[in-house]
């Protein structure tokens, strides 16, 4: 099991927090390219599986990133994510300051390959776990629950997903998207609460996406030259 270095675990710390400064200062100004960090206009425009996850009358922030390394190997890093698990593949630094115990995984683990719809993965060890709402075998990961048709939302919906797009057989798109729709009676902490998630959400999860592009890159050539 390979574990991140520990020179990777403070450089990227480092720049966690310089990113997420520089972020937060500049929102919301920043936030329509933030919000869709390396999305295509097509990839905006889509309806997406985990979009059903949410009661109408959503918001999406959609970002991506091209990988070549083929789409079942980039499965195999994301369907371990998790804590207990692989880990978030982001700033473990600035995880580990906000009390998450999170040691991120830099080597594929058979134990970690088995996930179903109903499971649970952990982000906080003092929160419930997000349900894996709809899964498909090397395309989607998508975290959320079923809305109750026909009833308004006593209480925010969400859904958070992954999306692995082959692009040829060598080369995939890696898309994250979440969804949010507030419940009507939100408070004004809440709404305020949820805007200064979003700045947050965009640093983490852009690390996310270039760890796994960098983990993926590098186990394709491996695998290649041997």
Not at 129 to 147: D, M, N, S, T
Not at 194 to 201: G, Q, R, W
Request: proline residues 6%; charged residues 25%.
């Amino acid at each position: 099991m390979k574990r991140r270095s520990r020179a990777r675990f403070i450089l990227e710390g480092i720049e966690g927090v310089a990113l997420l400064g520089a972020a937060l200062c500049s929102w919301p100004l920043s936030r329509r390219w933030l919000d869709h960090w390396g999305a295509r206009k097509e990839e905006l425009e889509r309806a997406w599986p985990g979009d059903a996850l949410v009661s109408p009358g959503w918001v999406a922030h959609t970002r991506g990133i091209d990988i070549a390394a083929p789409a079942e190997l980039v499965w195999k890093w994301i369907v371990q994510f998790g804590l207990g698990k692989a880990g978030f593949y982001s700033y473990e630094l600035l995880e580990r300051l906000i009390g998450i115990p999170v040691t991120n995984i830099e080597s594929i683990e058979p134990t970690m390959q088995s996930l179903t719809i109903g499971d649970e993965v952990l982000l906080h060890p003092k929160a419930p776990g997000i349900p894996v709402g709809l899964l498909e075998h090397a395309r989607h990961i998508c975290f959320g629950k079923q809305p109750v048709p026909n009833q308004p939302a006593t209480e925010s919906s969400r859904s958070w997903s992954f999306y692995v797009e082959p692009l040829t057989g060598d080369s995939c798109r890696l898309v994250l998207r979440g969804c949010i729709q507030l419940a009507r009676e939100a408070s004004l902490l809440q709404r305020f609460a949820n805007s200064l998630e979003m700045p947050v959400d965009f640093v983490m999860e852009q690390r996310m996406l270039r760890t796994v592009k960098r983990l993926a890159e590098s186990d394709s050539l491996r695998r290649a030259g041997t």
